[in-house]
């Protein structure tokens, strides 16, 4: 029984993976976990209106124009 | 001993005549000369009862001696069994054969298919000749088709001959002459005819006579392989004359009550599998062959059952294991595992099934299925066996992945009939193994592997495997087989085609339900041809399986139907009969989904065919009507005066007899429609015209009227029944209540108490007359009759407050008080439950018995041992605890807490429950003390849920009293050196944490060093158990400040994040959780980034599992944390957004 158990926890960790992107597993190198930081981290300044506002004052774009900026680094 | 056989004698002499006076009505009779007389005396007198005797004796002979020796079935009938449930047929009724009805039982006619190609496996290579590929078992499909055709058209034929015969003799001699030519050129191929009729006479409908096969189809490219039909095919009597001299020997006639088997998986003897060679062998010597005593296995192995002997009867060789071949040897340990887990106890069957899995893929996909299949299409499987086994499938699967696919089909063949089953757990199942199948086999390989069975000449076969594609299809998501349905469904070449893609649609819509929405036009688009299809099968399919979609899409969706509108309204004006009912029924649906004015117009349209088919006698039809009649009526643009004057009086006459009540389903659904009907139309419509048949004469009638008058009272309340109607509404409830004799469900009861409590103060003038009813029946020498009466009282106890009537009460109240003595458990149980109702309504100061006077009458009653008396006993003690503590005097309430300890054994959760609550209230009553004295006490006990539920009342009892009083006394038990002891303190922490939450604020300080000790403690379970009360704790304190502990206690939960047992590291992973939702994302990643990229794996695993959980927990708080990563030469690491500074 144990060991079954043990069998569907780990297929439900790779299901895991397959659902959440940005987990991460033993055999991750530091490029794949930056690049994962990186893509939170601009979800997030997108996601947060005031954060994004301090960093369009900050660049001097428009609002809009740091949200789309933004955006692109995402995708990349 | 001989006055029973007279009697016996007696009886079936008299039945003899009895049958022989009514031979001419209930007998067959036809004319002997014509037909030819056959002895009459060989038939049976008479047929058992029961199927499962019917069964034992067609199949095993053997097996009935075998089992304990019982009397003579004609002096087992006798004895009276009411109370024993056919002990002789226990084990027998496990049997699944034994609960199915003909047409679940065709799933023995299927055999397990022969081996399929694996076109993914094979590559390239062209496939081995000995394994059927596509395209031949289309081949072979066709050519039944063909072969089921003609012996169609044939017999149709020869029925058209008959009759012209018959009309023939009036004619005159030139047409007779005429006729005769014709009679002889029928004849001519008529004798190939008659000989196929001999033949069909003699052998089963499926051997196909000898007709003008074309050669090119038998020309198969695979010589070994046959039919099994062909092989067996009993020779001919031309053959057996040509064989055989022609004298010297007689043809015997086989006995009257000889019947050959027809379906292969019924004969005991070895069937030659498809696997095996067609051509005869010497047989071995079979260890397996019946003899009276049963054999027994070597090695400890568990018993095999005689009809086990067929599948496992290699085992009883005592063979040694190094003379087989590695093959032999994989088998008989296949062979043992599995006789193990279909056969073994718990223990040997958990080690059996692990052993099966693990060594899955070296046993391989071949010999595991190839022992397992056969296995579930024994007939005398019984429901745990079979679930046990498909069990074992489902983990093999899950490891051998693409390995089964050329199993599919046969694993197909086996589970298929679970979707049908009538158990809902083996329906699960089996969805369960197709959807698994699905995915590790891969959609191609199932499409090839049910294709051929689409259109197959079974319709059991296309039924199943209808419900099949239904479930692959939810799990490998309907996009991917939509091109596929879309072709099936408008196939040219065949209805059942056509009908099959349909009905695929259909059960697509009712197992996904409302995950249809995305693809709703796509599959309204591929079925709606089916509405003007020529079949009228497939036009009553196409609208089932609209109904289903719009059933499944609502309320949305409307557009997608649009198309189907049109064909439907001229379709329920075109129709009748069974394919009317399926239109019907899609219109029912998909009115919902439509505006408020579109429905309406719709409505009116429809519902002059719906009051026309009122009179329908079909039953279908009936359901069906009803349930259009709810949705149409439901619907916005309805008027009420509409339906007042045209539906109404037509609805009551037809559908409101006597007829309905009798069947459950009618009777649910015309109690539907009618409170559907009453919600448009109001109360006192329906009321009025149903109230006089409360005084029906028949049961089931008045149970529907009372089921009605309580849920539409419920609904609308009773304002609209005026005077004249509340007289006659009460005198009715009043009657059918007296008159009823079984309750079940309680309807009667409900409907009382609903319409009481809607009236309110409107039924005081009848009080007197109801507890006068009431009084009299308690004294009455049923025990159901007391029951019901003293049931009622806890019904109306609420209005007779209301009605200011607490005089009436407290004698009620007197009155029950004497009848506590009851000896009845079940009457006894509704007496305490009528006396908590008075009680809650009259308060504890002006109850009568006085509380001093009844509480002590009641702690006696708490050691009964029936549930029902407990349950009512403990809800009632609790009440006066809880209101009307100060009225007993507290040492009565220690004696109560000693009789409650023992009610924490209750199987039933809800006494549990109860006494856990009252333990709280006597504690708030008096004192913690002696209550938490007594629990802690109990902590020590050996049983486990004594200890549970003790664990569960000393947390209430801190609850009620501060935990303060509670926390010193149970931390000091942690001193006592016995594991257990500690285990269940460590566990009543945890819960106790758990259930005052916040209130943990002031001693979560105090607890600490405690729970430090138990996280280093050596024993696995204590750093489990303490670390669930941590995670508690951090969940309870969260935002409060208590940080400092909290961080403290991480340090002694982190080290145990190596372990291995499944509850310790879950029980870690939950503390992590909870440390997370109390200290913040942050400081736990802190913790994680030591190990995230360490140079050991096996650490690596640890972390990253703990990271992805904070991650999935808490992603977008991570980001503030993050450690600034060192730029790369041509990568850019540094988030420089977070360095901007204004």
Redesign the interface.
């Given at each position: 029984?144990?060991?079954?158990?043990?069998?569907n926890?780990n297929s439900q960790?790779e299901h895991?993976?397959a659902k959440?992107v940005?987990?991460?597993?033993?055999d991750?190198n530091?490029?794949e976990?930056?690049v994962n930081?990186?893509r939170?981290?601009y979800a997030?300044?997108i996601?947060h209106y005031p954060l994004l506002s301090?960093?369009a004052?900050?660049?001097n774009e428009s609002i809009g124009r740091q949200r789309y900026t933004f955006m692109q680094c995402v995708d990349i | 001993m001989s006055s029973n056989d007279d009697e016996i004698r007696k009886t079936q002499e008299e039945r003899k005549k009895m049958e022989q006076e009514l031979a001419s009505l209930t007998a067959l009779t036809f004319d002997t000369d014509l037909y030819g007389a056959s002895d009459r005396s060989s038939y049976l007198t008479s047929i058992p009862a029961s199927e499962d005797a019917e069964n034992l004796e067609a199949d095993n002979e053997f097996s009935r001696r075998l089992p304990s020796y019982t009397g003579p079935r004609s002096i087992m009938k006798e004895i009276p069994s009411a109370e024993i449930e056919g002990d002789s047929g226990l084990p027998q009724s496990r049997r699944i054969i034994d609960r199915e009805d003909d047409y679940r039982r065709r799933r023995l006619n299927q055999i397990l298919s022969p081996d399929r190609n694996d076109p993914f496996a094979a590559g390239e290579k062209t496939p081995d000749p000995s394994v059927r590929t596509y395209a031949e078992i289309m081949r072979d499909e066709a050519l039944k088709r063909e072969r089921e055709e003609t012996l169609r058209a044939i017999s149709k034929k020869k029925k058209e001959e008959e009759e012209n015969a018959k009309a023939a003799p009036e004619k005159s001699q030139s047409q007779s002459q005429q006729l005769n030519q014709n009679q002889k050129r029928r004849n001519r191929w008529d004798q190939s005819q008659d000989e196929g009729g001999a033949k069909k006479a003699k052998t089963s409908d499926w051997d196909a006579p000898e007709l003008t096969t074309p050669g090119r189809w038998d020309a198969t490219p695979t010589p070994g392989r046959r039919d099994i039909e062909e092989r067996n095919r009993p020779l001919t009597d031309e053959e057996l004359d040509a064989m055989f001299p022609q004298e010297g020997y007689k043809v015997l006639d086989p006995p009257a009550s000889y019947v050959p088997i027809r379906t292969p998986a019924r004969k005991l003897l070895a069937t030659p599998t498809p696997l095996g060679t067609p051509l005869y062998q010497i047989p071995e010597e079979n260890r397996g062959q019946q003899y009276d005593v049963p054999k027994e296995a070597p090695g400890g192995l568990p018993f095999m059952k005689p009809e086990d002997y067929q599948y496992f009867g290699a085992l009883l060789n005592e063979e040694n294991e190094e003379e087989l071949s590695p093959d032999e040897q994989k088998e008989r340990k296949i062979m043992k595992l599995l006789l193990k887990v279909k056969n073994g106890t718990p223990p040997q069957r958990?080690t059996a099934l692990?052993q099966l899995?693990?060594k899955a893929r070296e046993f391989g996909a071949g010999p595991l299925f190839n022992r397992i299949l056969p296995l579930l299409m024994q007939p005398t499987l019984e429901d745990q066996e079979r679930h046990l086994l498909v069990k074992v499938i489902d983990?093999v699967l899950?490891k051998l992945d693409e390995l089964v696919r050329p199993y599919v089909h046969k694993i197909l063949v086996v589970i298929e009939p679970l979707l049908i089953d009538e158990d809902y757990y083996a329906r699960v199942e089996g969805r369960e193994i197709i959807s698994n199948l699905s995915k590790a086999a891969g959609l191609a390989t199932m499409i090839a592997a049910m294709r051929p069975d689409i259109d197959n000449i079974d319709e059991y076969v296309r039924n199943t495997t209808a419900r099949a594609f239904s479930v692959v299809a939810s799990a490998l998501g309907i996009p991917a087989l939509l091109p596929f349905l879309k072709a099936v469904c408008q196939s040219k070449k065949s209805w059942q085609a056509r009908h099959t893609g349909i009905k695929i649609v259909q059960q697509i819509a009712i197992l996904i339900g409302c995950a249809v929405l995305p693809h709703l036009r796509s599959l309204v688009e591929i079925i709606e041809h089916g509405l003007n299809d020529e079949n009228q099968k497939v036009r009553t399919i196409t609208a089932l399986s609209l109904a289903a979609l719009a059933e499944a899409a609502a309320p949305y969706g409307i557009e997608s139907f649009d198309s189907v509108l049109k064909p439907l309204w001229k379709g329920i004006r075109q129709h009748r009969g069974k394919v009317l009912a399926a239109f019907l029924k899609a219109i029912g649906f998909i009115i919902p989904l439509m505006e408020a004015l579109y429905a309406s117009y719709y409505t009116k349209e429809v519902m002059l065919i719906l009051i026309r088919e009122f009179q329908s006698p079909d039953e279908e039809m009936k359901k069906i009507v009803l349930k259009v009649v709810k949705q149409c009526v439901s619907t916005e643009g309805v008027e009420a005066e509409y339906i007042r004057t045209d539906i109404l009086p037509e609805f009551f006459r037809n559908f409101w007899v006597r007829r309905m009540a009798l069947d459950r389903r009618n009777y649910k659904q015309l109690v539907e429609t009618t409170v559907e009907i009453a919600n448009k139309v109001g109360v006192a419509d329906i009321v009025g015209r149903i109230v006089e048949d409360l005084k029906d004469e028949s049961e089931p009638y008045r149970r529907m009227v009372m089921e009605t008058i309580e849920k539409v009272v419920t609904n609308l309340g009773s304002s609209d029944i005026d005077a004249r109607l509340e007289e006659l509404l009460i005198d009715g409830i009043l009657y059918a209540f007296q008159e009823q004799t079984s309750d079940d469900a309680n309807v009667m009861l409900n409907g009382f108490g609903a319409v009481v409590n809607s009236l309110g103060q409107r039924v005081k003038p009848y009080l007197p007359q109801i507890c006068g009813t009431i009084k009299w029946r308690l004294n009455n020498k049923s025990a159901k009759v007391r029951q019901q009466a003293a049931d009622l009282i806890s019904r109306i106890a609420v209005v007779m407050k209301q009605c200011h009537e607490e005089q009436l009460m407290g004698h009620l109240g007197v009155v029950l008080y004497e009848y506590l003595g009851e000896e009845y458990p079940e009457v006894l149980g509704s007496i305490l439950g009528a006396l908590k109702s008075i009680v809650n309504v009259i308060g504890m100061t002006k109850m009568t018995p006085p509380i001093k006077d009844l509480l002590p009458r009641l702690t006696p009653i708490l050691k009964n041992r029936h549930e029902k008396v407990q349950e009512n006993c403990i809800d009632l003690v609790g009440r006066i605890a809880d209101r009307g503590a100060e009225f007993v005097p507290a040492r009565e309430w220690m004696r109560i807490c000693f009789e409650l300890l023992e009610m924490l054994k209750a199987h039933k959760k809800g006494i549990r429950r109860a006494t856990v609550n009252t333990f709280g209230y006597i504690a708030k009553a008096i004192g913690p003390q002696d209550v938490l004295a007594t629990l802690l006490n109990n902590l020590k006990v050996q049983e486990r849920q004594n200890r549970v539920c003790t664990t569960v009342a000393i947390a209430i009892v801190a609850e009620t009293c501060s935990p303060f009083t509670v926390l010193p006394a149970l931390m000091n038990e942690y001193r006592v050196p016995e594991l257990n002891v500690q285990n269940g303190v460590l566990k009543s922490l945890s819960f106790l944490f758990e259930y005052i939450g916040e209130m943990g604020k002031d001693y979560i300080y105090a607890v600490t060093p405690l729970l430090e000790d138990a996280l280093m403690d050596r024993d696995l379970v204590h750093r489990q158990t303490a670390a669930s009360a941590v995670k508690h704790m951090a969940l309870g304190v969260a935002g409060l400040g208590c940080e400092d502990a909290l961080v403290h206690l991480l340090n002694y939960v982190w080290p145990n994040i190596f372990e291995t047992s499944?509850h310790v590291i879950n029980a870690v992973m939950e503390a992590i959780e909870g440390m997370r939702v109390a200290l913040g994302s942050a400081v736990v990643l802190n913790y994680c980034l030591q190990g995230?990229?360490h140079p050991a794996?096996k650490v690596?695993?640890v972390y990253?599992?703990i990271?992805?959980s904070l991650?999935?927990g808490a992603?977008?708080a991570?980001?503030a944390a993050?450690p600034s990563?060192e730029d790369e030469h041509n990568?850019v690491?540094s988030?420089s957004?977070?360095m901007?500074?204004?």
């Open positions: 029984m144990q060991a079954s158990d043990r069998f926890i960790l895991l993976q959440y940005g987990t991460g597993h033993a991750m530091r490029f976990w930056a930081i990186q939170d981290s997030s300044y996601g301090y960093f004052i900050a660049e | 958990k692990r899995t693990d983990r899950y499944p995230l990229f794996r690596r695993e990253w599992k990271y992805n991650y999935i992603q977008d991570l980001v993050y990563l990568n690491y988030r957004e977070l901007m500074f204004i």
